[in-house]
Each structure stands twice: as structure tokens, then as C-alpha cells.
């Protein structure tokens, strides 16, 4: 028995089947399956099910499991632990950031780690905020860039900056010329909304989903990506919601598009870095953290250490 077998019984229950723990592990599925049944052999009893199209753990497999993951945490913090007395910048650095930041982040973050760390290598991972917040859990990212509503307490929260809300559409749009607008007044027919959260308060005052309500329109778009519904917006009459961060970003790049704020409250989402407590990394996030206080993106605020 050895970690690495641990890492593959666990990573089968998270997953649920041999095929998801082999990609998540990177292992190819009949080594998996291999070594996972040279430790059912070493232990003499199963620790899954192997049913037809479903994967389960048995009575034994649970509290294997369960001691599994305790003895995965603690080699986890040995690590921890011996990367605080080697050199910070010998160590990757891991970062996780939403649909709706990353492409606005990518050469800021660029410039930031060759300013701070020239050294170091650094791997930015896009991804929702919940599987985000599962993978800092999991030590397989550092940090992870989320709103304070998607929170995991579990973790630490460092505030970062806070930045406004808008509604954008198309220049020449009926609505582009108001001073400001409320969640209330956002038109329910022309409203595309994505299907997870920005992190706004307000968010649970604009319309809903409502097929019904778009029922003029050709197209369903909700489940494309947050840029190309933004596209789409240049030439439609369609609108969404949009952070200042990404607005400062279209106005650069010259789309013609229309920014309308929201009026407060909860127009302002408090966006930071989530990160496990105790993580050894935190003197890199307190570096990081004074850079965008000093140089922060345009259309934010910077609230670090305040």
C-alpha cells in the first residue's frame, strides 16, 4: 500500500466511476483498475461495487476512504511544510480564475509574476468557483479568484479589490443612454443571464431564465460562453451583465458596445483570493496582494489590507 494507491481509491469515489478517476489522476484506466484491485488483494476484501454502468464503494471501501483522505491531507501539509524553507520561486504557483475574469486577467497577471516572481512558473486553470473552491480543498491550486457570495468558509477569503456591475449592449441601444438602471427595469425578453452567478447581490433581483419570456427570439444562447454571448450583444438587441473589470477590457479593444451602471445597493461584488488555511504560500499572496493594491486593474478598487 502506498499513497498513490490511496489517491486512486479516493479519487474512484469522488468520481464515481474508474474511467473519471483515471482522467482526474491522469493514469490511463487498466493501471487504475490494476492497482486498485493489488490493494483489494492486499486487504482480501473489496472496496467498490463494480456494477453495471455504476461504480460504489462497499461498507469496508467508506471507512477506507474516509481514513484515506485524512492520511492524503497530512502528506499534503509535509509538503506544505517543506516548501516554506526552499526557495518560493522553485515552486509553480497555481491559480484559479472564473469564465468571467480570466480572459481580462491573463496579461495583467502576466505582468504582475514577471514583476514579482521572474522566476516562477505559474498555471492559471479556468473554471467555475465551485469546482475552483474544491480543487483548493484538494491542493490542486494554490489559489483560487472568486467573489466573497461564493465563498467556501472552509477556506481563507483575502479581499482583493471590489469593482462595479453593469448592463451591456449594443451602442445605439434604446436603453445605452440612461444615467443608470435597476435590476427591475432590466427588459425580461432581451436579458440573456448565464447560468451561474457573478457574485453580486443584485443578481437576485434581475429577471430569471424564462424561455417563455424569449420566446421571440430564434436563439437560445444561455449556454454559451460569457465572451461570445458578449459578441453576440454587439449586434443584437440583446443585453447582459458584465463586470467593470471585462467592460474596461471591451472598451479597449474598441466593441461597440454600452455600459450602463446599476444603482446600489449590491451593485458592488467583493471579489479575493480563496485559499486553505495555514497554506504556506500565504507570504506570495501578501506580495501579490500589495502589487494590486499599488497597480490594480482598471474599473476596480483595491481593498487588500485594508
Given at each position: 500500500?502506498?499513497?498513490?494507491?490511496?489517491?486512486?481509491?479516493?479519487?474512484?469515489?469522488?468520481?464515481?466511476?474508474?474511467?473519471?478517476?483515471?482522467?482526474?489522476?491522469?493514469?490511463?484506466?487498466?493501471?487504475?483498475?490494476?492497482q486498485i484491485r493489488k490493494l483489494e488483494k492486499e486487504l482480501g476484501t473489496d472496496l467498490f461495487l463494480r456494477l453495471s454502468g455504476e461504480t460504489r464503494l462497499t461498507a469496508c471501501g467508506e471507512r477506507v476512504?474516509?481514513?484515506?483522505?485524512?492520511?492524503?491531507?497530512?502528506?499534503?501539509?509535509?509538503?506544505?511544510?517543506?516548501?516554506?524553507?526552499?526557495?518560493?520561486?522553485?515552486v509553480p504557483f497555481q491559480i484559479g480564475l472564473t469564465p468571467t475574469l480570466?480572459?481580462?486577467?491573463?496579461?495583467?497577471?502576466?505582468?504582475?509574476?514577471s514583476a514579482l516572481?521572474?522566476?516562477?512558473?505559474?498555471t492559471m486553470i479556468e473554471d467555475l468557483p465551485q469546482n475552483m473552491l474544491?480543487?483548493?480543498?484538494?491542493?490542486?491550486?494554490?489559489?483560487?479568484?472568486?467573489?466573497q457570495s461564493n465563498h467556501n468558509p472552509a477556506l481563507d477569503f483575502t479581499s482583493i479589490w471590489t469593482e462595479p456591475l453593469y448592463l451591456a449592449m449594443r451602442?445605439?441601444?434604446?436603453?445605452?443612454?440612461?444615467?443608470?438602471?435597476?435590476?427591475?427595469?432590466?427588459?425580461?425578453?432581451?436579458?440573456?443571464?448565464?447560468?451561474?452567478?457573478?457574485?453580486?447581490?443584485?443578481?437576485?433581483?434581475?429577471p430569471a431564465h424564462n424561455a417563455a419570456a424569449r420566446a421571440s427570439k430564434r436563439?437560445?444562447?444561455?449556454?454559451?460562453?460569457?465572451?461570445t454571448i458578449c459578441r453576440h450583444i454587439c449586434h443584437s438587441d440583446d443585453c447582459t451583465i458584465v463586470s467593470a473589470l471585462a467592460a474596461e477590457q471591451f472598451r479597449a479593444d474598441n466593441w461597440p458596445l454600452s455600459f450602463v451602471p446599476f444603482e446600489a445597493p449590491g451593485h458592488l461584488r467583493n471579489l479575493g483570493a480563496a485559499s486553505r488555511m495555514n497554506c504556506p504560500?500565504?507570504?506570495?499572496?501578501?506580495?501579490?496582494?500589495?502589487?494590486?493594491?499599488?497597480?490594480?486593474?482598471?474599473?476596480?478598487?483595491?481593498?487588500?489590507?485594508?
Open positions: 500500500m502506498n499513497l498513490r494507491d490511496l489517491e486512486y481509491v479516493v479519487a474512484v469515489a469522488r468520481c464515481g466511476s474508474f474511467s473519471g478517476a483515471a482522467q482526474a489522476c491522469n493514469v490511463s484506466q487498466p493501471a487504475l483498475s490494476n476512504v474516509q481514513t484515506a483522505q485524512g492520511m492524503l491531507t497530512d502528506a499534503q501539509r509535509i509538503r506544505d511544510a517543506a516548501t516554506e524553507f526552499r526557495d518560493p520561486e522553485a480570466a480572459p481580462y486577467l491573463t496579461k495583467y497577471f502576466s505582468e504582475l509574476f516572481f521572474p522566476r516562477m512558473r505559474v474544491e480543487m483548493v480543498e484538494d491542493h490542486r491550486l494554490d489559489v483560487a479568484l472568486v467573489a451602442q445605439g441601444h434604446p436603453l445605452a443612454t440612461l444615467p443608470s438602471i435597476r435590476p427591475e427595469d432590466v427588459p425580461a425578453h432581451d436579458f440573456i443571464r448565464l447560468p451561474h452567478a457573478f457574485g453580486y447581490a443584485l443578481e437576485d433581483r434581475l436563439f437560445d444562447l444561455t449556454a454559451l460562453r460569457f465572451e504560500r500565504k507570504p506570495l499572496l501578501a506580495k501579490i496582494g500589495a502589487y494590486i493594491f499599488d497597480s490594480p486593474p482598471k474599473g476596480v478598487t483595491p481593498t487588500f489590507g485594508t
